[in-house]
């Protein structure tokens, strides 16, 4: 399973604005909420957590130290 | 396809007026769809024209010499830009670019000019408008000035290095925002800093510290 941004269907309010600026259409709206759709294009750009007015959308990074 | 009076009636700029008054300014603004990626406005050309996102997000940004990247804002719908060089008749201060399809309502300069002509309590709408957007500057120019974001991110990834892959602690780029007392967009632009100085290594949804010591360096943490 790919890791994918995270949803908060209680803070969306179905805009659509992350949908749009997605360059790998993993995101959809389905009865109103954003849904996320598993793609390997998505390459973590993070446009859709930087557009969404409602913080309902995350891109969480992992933060790890090379082994050496 | 014509421009949605129920749109304007929820642009700041246009707030208050009544559908007579919105009906007539309709007949002088134009619609122009733009693709993902497109540049509609270019930094230092002469401005035409001013813009309402109707649908999508642009951004608004300047281009260093070197070609490194600082957003200014993202414009949402209802939202405008390209508005200081139509009102002082200067160039494009920034740059802009549809971030998906956009679809933007235009004015053209001297419209925009018998718009305020013949309504003119459309003035105080645009006063208030350019005063946020002067104190969102203000606020940006106050973390690139005198904030060492840089060294706060490094330190902040840092203190938050997971010990086993897929375990570890998350941060999304307003989380590290926030920590770092900046906005999201310094976040993405220092992390992209980090990884040109090598200390780290953007990976998809990982960031791996590819250089402790030079992190440490940069954190002001004497090796």
Redesign the interface.
């Given at each position: 399973m790919i890791?994918m941004p995270i949803i908060d269907v209680q803070k969306c309010d179905g805009?659509g604005?992350c949908?749009?600026?997605?360059?790998c259409n993993a995101l959809a709206i389905i009865d109103r909420i954003v849904t996320i759709i598993e793609s390997m294009e998505?390459?973590?750009c993070?446009?859709c957590?930087?557009?969404c007015?409602t913080?309902a959308i995350?891109?969480?990074?992992?933060?790890?130290?090379?082994e050496s | 396809m014509a421009v949605q009076l129920e749109f304007l009636k929820g642009i700041p700029y246009f707030s208050g007026l009544g559908s007579v008054e919105l009906e007539s300014i309709s007949k002088l603004i134009f619609e122009k769809a733009i693709d993902?990626a497109e540049t509609v406005v270019f930094e230092g050309e002469p401005a035409a024209y001013l813009y309402f996102v109707a649908?999508?997000?642009v951004k608004v940004f300047k281009t260093s010499a070197e070609g490194k990247e600082q957003i200014l804002s993202?414009v949402?719908?209802g939202e405008s830009f390209n508005d200081v060089p139509i009102f002082d008749g200067g160039p494009n201060p920034a740059s802009a670019r549809a971030?998906?399809?956009?679809l933007l309502y235009g004015v053209k300069r001297n419209d925009m000019e018998t718009i305020f002509r013949n309504h003119p309590p459309i003035a105080l709408n645009v006063i208030n408008v350019l005063a946020r957007r002067v104190r969102q500057l203000v606020s940006l120019v106050e973390d690139l000035s005198f904030r060492h974001v840089i060294s706060r991110v490094a330190r902040i990834?840092f203190e938050?290095?997971?010990g086993e892959?897929?375990r570890?602690?998350?941060?999304?780029?307003?989380?590290m925002a926030a920590m770092a007392g900046t906005a999201?967009e310094v976040v993405?632009r220092s992390l992209k800093a980090l990884e040109e100085e090598g200390a780290i290594?953007?990976d998809?949804?990982?960031?791996?510290?590819?250089d402790?010591e030079a992190l440490q360096k940069i954190m002001g943490v004497p090796s």
């Open positions: 890791e805009c604005l949908i749009g600026v997605c360059r998505c390459d973590w993070t446009d957590e930087g557009v007015r913080g995350s891109c969480p990074f992992e933060i790890i130290m090379q | 993902r649908s999508g997000a993202i949402r719908p971030m998906g399809p956009v990834l938050h290095v997971g892959v897929g570890g602690p998350r941060l999304t780029q307003q989380e999201r993405g290594k953007l998809r949804h990982r960031i791996i510290i590819t402790k």
